[in-house]
């Protein structure tokens, strides 16, 4: 009897040895973290304004206000620059939300809107 049971050690000892290790009834590793690609990516105030903005504004295109141009943006609100940031984010007049780029998120948006008040009024603003 005891040589049976030590035989039957020695082979759960052998069966435990040629496992992987690997118990499958463990739960699943958790998914990996998202990827830079896998995030809204993430432009200057420059990036954006030449990607997606300076097409209409560089030229004052459909009544765009010109960057750069003072006095294209004088006759503007007294509270231009909130409302620039407004019309920039959800579009205005013949100017589409985000510049016509709906994947552009409000943050890149933000920037530039800071961008072209940078080019536009340099004394008073820094990008």
Known sequence: MVRRSVSLVLALVLVACGQTGK???LPMEPAAAPTASDETTWLSGKQAYEEVCAGCHDEGLDGAPKT???A???NRS???EAVL??????GHGDMPAKGGDAALDEANVTRAAE???TLTYPE???D
Do not use: N, P, V
């Open 115 to 117: 961008y072209m008040l």
């Open 68 to 70: 750069g141009d003072q």
């Open 124 to 126: 008073t603003h820094r």
């Open 78 to 80: 007294w509270l231009w």
């Open 72 to 74: 294209d943006w004088d």
């Open 85 to 90: 940031f407004e019309h920039a984010k959800s």
């Open 23 to 25: 118990d499958d009834t």
